[in-house]
T-cell receptor, first 112, second 113 residues
Framework: DSGVTQTPKHLITATGQRVTLRCSPR?????VYWYQQSLDQGLQFLIQ???????AKGNILERFSAQQFPDLHSELNLSSLELGDSALYFC???????????FGSGTRLTVV | AQSVSQHNHHVILSEAASLELGCNYS??????LFWYVQYPGQHLQLLLK??????LVKGIKGFEAEFIKSKFSFNLRKPSVQWSDTAEYFC???????????FGTGTRLTVIP
């Protein structure tokens, strides 16, 4: 157990639907990062939040959004899902750059 | 912009063979460097990291990596691999002015018993 909790572990949904992925960071970590891992594109950075505020944005589609709540957990919302959105979505947390990132076990999303 | 290149996509070795996985990055400024490992079906775990000081960094499970600034490289090494090292290995770079890690595409290592 890395200390970063992601739910659900698996999600199967139909095209056009909307899903929410949840991440609880390691205790004391203020930063949360979302990554998408797919076979063809590798590990892609989506977005970062620090203490409730968006800090950095990567290759995140407009159909996707995220937020970090006062208790520091974060949610990644994926809407108008397409087959190509099927991937592993990882959340990571850190207290600062020096410690590196701690990753959660990921949510495997399958869009059918 | 930062980028990370891992030239070996799939490496197959026999047990006890020596391992070296290449990692090159493109960024002219100061960087922090990491190697992560992802065992089948599991999340990414930190193997080792470099921030400053001795360019030869020792990590967990007998892995080490050497930072060569002039070559923009941070290659991962292990003198003798085991079957349990079968996994995917990711090199990552964090520029001090950026707020996220850039990952390479990963190298899949298969160790044959």
């Amino acid at each position: 157990d890395s200390g970063v909790t992601q739910t659900p572990k698996h999600l199967i949904t139909a095209t056009g639907q909307r899903v929410t992925l949840r991440c609880s960071p390691r205790s004391g970590d203020l930063s949360v990062y979302w990554y998408q891992q797919s076979l063809d594109q590798g590990l892609q950075f989506l977005i970062q939040y620090y203490n409730g505020e968006e800090r950095a944005k990567g290759n995140i589609l407009e159909r996707f959004s995220a937020q970090q709540f006062p208790d520091l957990h974060s949610e990644l919302n994926l809407s108008s899902l397409e087959l190509g959105d099927s991937a592993l979505y990882f959340c990571a947390s850190s207290s600062d750059r020096a410690g590196g990132y701690t990753f959660g076990s990921g949510t495997r999303l399958t869009v059918v | 912009a930062q980028s990370v290149s891992q030239h070996n996509h799939h490496v197959i070795l026999s047990e006890a063979a020596s391992l070296e996985l290449g990692c090159n990055y493109s960024y002219g400024g100061t960087v922090n460097l990491f190697w992560y490992v992802q065992y089948p079906g599991q999340h990414l775990q930190l193997l080792l990291k470099y921030f400053s000081g001795d360019p030869l960094v020792k990590g967990i499970k007998g892995f080490e990596a050497e930072f060569i600034k002039s070559k923009f490289s941070f290659n991962l090494r292990k003198p003798s691999v085991q079957w349990s090292d079968t996994a995917e290995y990711f090199c990552a770079v964090n520029a001090l002015v950026a707020n996220n890690l850039f990952f390479g595409t990963g190298t899949r290592l298969t160790v044959i018993p």
